[in-house]
């Protein structure tokens, strides 16, 4: 059993590369259903890179757009990191006067919701419950034919139930969803779940509800296209092994002319699948029938999973495939006893070398097209051998369902098309892509007017001297269950994950991750409590404190070459002293002329 350790004493310290008009703020400030129909422009929801990383965009990638369309457009900090948390998050504002949540991205969900000031059964989350009374916009909606009803056939309610046996339940309402402030496109009256009962991984996680991005009347997709304000389209793009980061577009693009499209039919399950035929491995295709990857749902694309999940016989085919080609490697136990991952060591902790090390994946679809899984999109970092990765591809169970989860398209602009009933496909720098997204500013747009939109992947430029800014010192003690010598082995590991949990963009704050406990770590930490934690700002310096060391420096060198000239001086005078001393009287002494007396 592990021993509890007395506290850790950690310092972190981090180079903040904001604007120079930007200050070190230290203020506490899985089911679905039917698409529609439309043709509506886009709105954009960015993934914001945790932290900010040089460009690695691929040089076949470079200087491409993606053009968008005609309507205003609201754009989205999106956060976290998809293996760390399981999830990336978005922001969204509910009601008059706003109120803040942080929701799960999750396109296998149709309801968006959060938990209600009503709920006894919600866990403790991100930000403060909502509070319908506080919103002068808030309706809730009533019972109808429509809609399932309370038992006093008063209110329409919804109820949720996950894979993972998690479950959400609660009352529906009408409110003003608002996108930020900066977005193009107005607050809109949209409908959303009010929590009453959570359970499982729901109660427990840090975000505070889910953003149901699926196929159905109640998907905040669906009722914005009915509205008329996007288009039936939007595209994911999740970072990639080392960074989180990436860019959610709510409405159509235009696509790049190699994006890899995928037919995928609506009817077939209430999930966005796709046609999926075969899968290479190092360029030899599984021996199976094609028909395995149609069972029950058929291969099914869900952000809200974080990894992948074949059927038996397409797993023990993969896994057997990708064994033979990673001989050179060392198979290892996975970091977490309970679970019996596929683990290699040697293959280093570049990750841009991976692909030397395990092969090339190839998804091939019903229309001939191929799309290549990089390394980075099917394995995980072992938490405990470092240079040691996992397989992220795991067998569903009895499931005959293929179940592609987040892993699989991590450096890849997914696009779903349901106007067109396809999902294409886009190898990029995902990380990246948001902040080459060239839009018409929120102040200059309108109904009336045409936009263009275009997504560059240009490598941004480097940051001028004026962008750096100040180094920042945080000191917290941390509690854990982990025993000591596993600690040691994942020390630095711990010291880089919580730099990543904490590093900000200017969007966020140090002090308030810290204070509302918004640090995560992976499970293979065992259980785990910050405490103590003091932040010191940069010290504002007077002259004397930023120059003081050179000025002593150039005393001291001023003192030394005056003391060195002052022996050479008296030295010089003692020799003269000596040369023209009088000898005794009886001394022989060469003949000279007289001084004048």
Not at 84 to 103: A, D, E, V
Not at 360 to 383: C, I, W
Request: charge should be negative; glycine fraction near 8%.
């Amino acid at each position: 059993m592990a021993r509890a350790l007395s506290p850790i004493q950690a310092t972190v310290f981090l180079l903040l590369c904001y604007s120079s008009a930007v200050q070190f703020g230290l203020s506490t400030n899985g089911l679905l259903a039917p698409p529609h129909n439309g043709a509506r422009p886009p709105m954009v929801l960015p993934l914001f890179p945790s932290p900010p990383n040089s460009s690695r965009a691929s040089p076949d990638s470079r200087r491409r757009h993606l053009q968008g369309s005609d309507k205003p457009n609201a754009r989205m900090s999106l956060h976290d990191d998809l293996l760390l948390n399981g999830y990336y998050t978005t922001r969204l504002w509910i009601g008059t006067q706003p109120q803040k949540f942080s929701l799960i991205v999750d396109t296998g969900s149709t309801v968006t919701y959060v938990p209600c000031s009503t709920c006894d059964q919600c866990g403790k989350h991100q930000d403060p419950k909502f509070q319908p009374e506080e919103s002068s916009t808030y309706q809730p909606v009533k019972c109808n034919i429509d809609c399932n009803c309370d038992d006093s056939r008063v209110q329409c309610v919804y109820e949720r139930q996950y894979a993972e046996m998690s479950s959400s339940s609660g009352v529906l309402g009408e409110d003003v969803v608002s996108f930020g402030n900066l977005s193009a496109l107005p607050p809109q009256r949209v409908v959303f779940g009010c929590e009453n009962v959570e359970t499982g991984d729901l109660y427990s996680q840090h975000a505070d509800g889910i953003m149901g991005l699926g196929q159905g009347d109640l998907s905040i997709v669906d009722q914005l296209v009915g509205k008329g304000v996007i288009s039936d389209s939007f595209s994911l793009c999740y970072g990639g092994m080392e960074i989180g980061g990436g860019a959610m577009v709510l409405g159509g693009i235009s696509p790049p002319s190699d994006m890899v499209f995928s037919y995928s039919d609506a009817g077939r399950s209430p999930y966005y699948n796709i046609d999926l035929k075969e899968i290479h491995v190092g360029g030899k295709p599984l021996h199976l029938n094609p028909k395995i990857f149609d069972g029950k749902y058929g291969s099914v694309l869900d952000s809200g999973t974080t990894y992948a999940y074949l059927p038996e016989d397409a797993f023990l085919a993969f896994k057997e495939a990708v064994m033979q080609e990673v001989q050179s490697l060392k198979q290892i136990r996975g970091p977490d006893p309970n679970y019996k991952d596929i683990c290699f060591s040697g293959a280093g902790s570049d990750i841009s070398q991976l692909s030397s090390s395990f092969p090339a994946v190839d998804m091939v679809f019903g229309n001939g097209q191929k799309f290549t899984l990089s390394p980075e999109n099917y394995l995980f970092r072992h938490s405990k051998v470092r240079g040691a990765y996992c397989l992220g591809i795991f067998q569903n169970g009895k499931d005959p369902t293929t179940l592609l989860g987040g892993i699989i398209v991590r450096n890849t602009l997914v696009t779903y098309d349901r106007e067109h009933s396809k999902i294409g496909f886009w190898k990029t720098n995902c990380s990246e892509l948001w902040a080459r997204l060239h839009l018409s500013s929120p102040a200059s747009s309108t109904s009336n007017r045409t936009h263009n939109q275009s997504i560059d992947v240009t490598p941004s430029p480097a940051p001028t001297p004026s962008e750096e800014i100040q180094v920042g010192q945080i000191t917290f003690e941390m509690s854990s269950s982990m025993n000591v010598s596993d600690l040691k082995n994942l020390t630095i590991e711990l010291v880089q994950i919580v730099a990543h949990e904490l590093d900000v963009n200017i969007t966020q704050d140090i002090i308030s991750r810290l204070s509302e406990d918004r640090v995560q770590l992976p499970k293979s930490f065992g259980s785990y409590q910050f405490s103590k934690w003091h932040v010191e700002p940069p010290e504002t310096r007077t002259w004397w404190q930023k120059h003081y060391l050179a000025v002593v420096l150039a005393v001291t060198a001023i003192f030394l070459i005056g003391l060195s000239a002052s022996s050479a001086w008296l030295l010089w005078r003692w020799s003269q002293r000596t040369v023209n001393s009088y000898k005794p009287v009886d001394a022989m002494i060469p003949e000279q002329e007289l001084q004048p007396l």
